[in-house]
């Protein structure tokens, strides 16, 4: 009797959960290299003699870097394949990072960290496409949620290693601190060796005696390219199809929705002590408290990892824009309030865009085939970046121009900005294949949501 079971309903085994720490490192070693700089400047500035115009450019440094490698990464994994493009991230973060140890000006430092950038942009188009081509749709969502809980985690890691190494060795132990994320860079490095190529990459070539051998390893000797669905025939998409051929709105609503939801958290994570100082949140109570947020984001997306299936990707969206704006809101209103009102307000916008940021990796995965995957999730991440890297620069400014209390509600405004595309153009692809949740068919059910189901008694993030 033949295997008639679809490789998107066997259950989670070994291999995919190895892919994911494979594909997780990624994420993780990306929230340590942006949050990084974080700590090391307050150092970095009076050893290199910054003025406040570098000290705004380095921090968004590595965020105008991800522009450029989120576009090259799409391009080059939908059109070399995943595995070789697997490899190309951890290979700059050892070399870009080690170099930071000797660098002498803040010029040198923008481009390291530009480079560093570049293959965080790389990271995701290849890391993800990888995650959704291999996974069952039952855990697509929760696996591909968990890459955005290890980039909070290595946020976190990132503060608490930095504030160690800084307190323990010295004036120029900011050297150290950036040149640290070469270890986690080499770690990567070492457990993705072994990594085959994708089977749906390798369909989409023509390559199908390669992906029935792969499929074979993975799934068991009785399963076969007969158990895999694949997309309709060739419809001769290529990376420009982004733009038209029906997927242009879709383009416009994952950057949308990732830009809006990144801008704030971006902002929060390259100045988080001087906004919490702004705030009246000073010395440790800053250090510390940037820490705790941190810790609170992670929660946020472990939450929405848990409903990401249950209550659904669009309502998840939806949950999370509404009450993160309402925070920001509060947090502009409430500026001049005690401390523990503040911190409280921060830790409800860190547990509620949890929703929002892990959908940042599922949306793009799932409502594109496999012949542009890649290069929507890279240009989606460019894209973002832009808004991500002005918003992270214009920060000192704007607490110096017009008050913590403008900064968030500018923020607050991007948040329901944010909402409102989601709200028109998000479509639910919960439970359904890839071949399903890609379809053009697919689109958004606004006729069919109310302002109630928005707002559910029981249910809020």
């Not at 921060?346 to 542009?372: D, H, K, S």
Request: hydrophobic share 50%; aromatic share 12%.
């Amino acid at each position: 009797m033949s295997n008639t079971l679809s490789v998107e309903d066997v259950p989670l085994n070994r291999f995919h959960r190895l892919l994911t720490v494979r594909s997780g490192g990624g994420s993780f070693i990306d929230g340590y290299v942006l949050s990084i700089i974080g700590i090391a400047m307050m150092k970095v500035s009076p050893a290199l003699g910054l003025s406040a115009f570098w000290e705004g450019l380095i921090a968004a440094s590595a965020l105008i870097g991800i522009f450029f490698g989120g576009f090259i990464g799409g391009a080059l994994t939908d059109r070399l394949g995943r595995r070789l493009l697997f490899f190309v991230g951890p290979t700059l973060f050892v070399v870009c990072s080690m170099a930071q140890y000797w660098v002498q000006s803040g010029e040198m430092l923008f481009a390291l960290r530009f480079m560093n950038g570049v293959a965080v942009g790389i990271e995701y188009p290849v890391a993800t496409a990888f995650l959704v081509e291999f996974l069952p749709k039952k855990n697509r969502g929760p696996c591909l949620a968990t890459l955005t809980i290890l980039w909070f985690a290595g946020a976190a890691m990132a503060y608490l290693t930095g504030e160690a190494i800084i307190r323990f060795d010295g004036p120029e132990a900011w050297r150290i601190t950036l040149a640290s994320t070469a270890v986690i860079g080499i770690l990567l490095f070492l457990v993705r060796l072994g990594t085959p190529e994708s089977p749906r990459w390798l369909i989409s070539k023509g390559r199908h005696a390669e992906a029935e051998a792969i499929i074979r390893r993975v799934y068991g000797p009785d399963f076969g390219l007969a158990n895999l669905p694949v997309q309709a025939e060739s419809k001769n998409l290529s990376f420009f199809s982004l733009l038209h051929s029906g997927y242009g709105k879709r383009m416009a609503f994952v950057t949308v929705f990732w830009t809006c939801s990144v801008i704030p958290v971006f902002a929060v994570y390259a100045f988080a002590p001087k906004v919490l100082d702004a705030l009246h949140l000073s010395g440790g109570w800053a250090s510390y408290g940037s820490v705790a947020i941190t810790l609170l984001f992670v929660v946020g997306c472990v939450i929405a990892t848990r409903l990401v299936n249950t209550l659904g990707r669009r309502k998840l969206l939806l949950h999370s824009f509404l009450w993160s704006g309402l925070a920001l809101l509060l947090l502009g209103f409430l500026r001049d309030g005690p401390s523990a009102v503040i911190l409280l307000m921060f830790g409800l916008y860190a547990l509620f865009i949890g929703g929002a940021q892990v959908l940042q990796l599922v949306y793009p995965n799932e409502i594109f085939p496999t012949e542009i995957r890649a290069g929507a999730v890279g240009v989606g991440t460019s894209l973002s970046r832009v808004g991500a890297a002005v918003g992270t620069w214009l920060v000192p400014v704007s607490l110096q121009s017009i008050g913590i209390g403008s900064t968030m509600y500018i923020a607050a405004a991007i948040t329901f900005f944010g909402l409102v595309v989601s709200w028109f153009l998000a479509p639910e692809t919960s439970a359904r294949s890839l071949e399903e949740a890609s379809s053009l068919d697919n689109e958004a059910p606004r006729e069919k949501m109310s302002m109630q189901e928005v707002m559910p008694k029981r249910h809020s993030l």
